[in-house]
T-cell receptor, first 115, second 115 residues
Framework: NAGVMQNPRHLVRRRGQEARLRCSPMKGHSHVYWYRQLPEEGLKFMVYLQKENIIDESGMPKERFSAEFPKEGPSILRIQQVVRGDSAAYFC?????????????FGAGTRLSVL | AQTVTQSQPEMSVQEAETVTLSCTYDTSESNYYLFWYKQPPSRQMILVIRQEAYKQQNATENRFSVNFQKAAKSFSLKISDSQLGDTAMYFCAFAYTGTASKLTFGTGTRLQVTL
């Protein structure tokens, strides 16, 4: 059973460009979470999605950031018109519908660098 | 809202020795989960150990154990027989019970295991 897959591992964008980060949850997992880690800090929650629904986006910046988890395909975190302050590691985690709740399995992260 | 505090930014331990990492949290809820995650230089987030608040018995996983003091809202991690591979950032995290909920992380403790 493959783990949580994130790609790309590294993404370089110039200011004003768009960044699209992808996350494929573990097989059988229908809950996806996105977290952001600024340098030398802990992870901060951004958004929680189930298939085709945003459940909690209380950690998402109000502008330029959006997330989706379509019925088919990976979850996408999209950042429009990136700025230097968006440079960070973005982690995706997934958890199962049933079984042991609240265990989130993390991907290896995408490191976004904005030039 | 819940908060998680890790008051030790850095710690060092010699190989084969024991080290304890501290974590305190604040919540008004009576039932929740607590976690320790490890982030090695590869940046992958790895679950080390998990504790359910309604269970009085402290969780253990091989060389890793916790001291969970619910009244004091304290959740420390003890690593016995430290190994070089234990060198990493360690994050304490909190989550409410429920189908799935976001993790709130502390700022982390950087652990260095030396020869």
């Amino acid at each position: 059973n493959a783990g949580v897959m994130q790609n790309p591992r590294h993404l370089v964008r110039r200011r004003g460009q768009e960044a699209r980060l992808r996350c494929s949850p573990m097989k059988g997992h229908s809950h996806v979470y996105w977290y952001r880690q600024l340098p030398e800090e802990g992870l901060k929650f951004m958004v929680y999605l189930q298939k085709e629904n945003i459940i909690d986006e209380s950690g998402m910046p109000k502008e330029r950031f959006s997330a989706e988890f379509p019925k088919e395909g990976p979850s996408i975190l999209r950042i429009q018109q990136v700025v230097r302050g968006d440079s960070a590691a973005y982690f995706c985690a997934s958890s199962p519908i049933t079984g042991v709740q609240n265990i989130q399995y993390f991907g290896a992260g995408t490191r976004l660098s904005v030039l | 809202a819940q908060t998680v505090t890790q008051s030790q930014p850095e710690m060092s331990v010699q190989e084969a020795e024991t080290v304890t990492l501290s974590c305190t949290y604040d919540t008004s809820e009576s039932n929740y989960y607590l976690f320790w995650y490890k982030q090695p230089p590869s940046r992958q987030m790895i679950l080390v150990i998990r504790q359910e608040a309604y269970k009085q018995q402290n969780a253990t996983e091989n060389r890793f154990s916790v001291n969970f003091q619910k009244a004091a809202k304290s959740f420390s991690l003890k690593i016995s027989d430290s190994q070089l591979g234990d060198t990493a950032m360690y994050f304490c995290a909190f989550a409410y019970t429920g189908t799935a909920s976001k993790l709130t992380f502390g700022t982390g403790t950087r652990l260095q295991v030396t020869l």
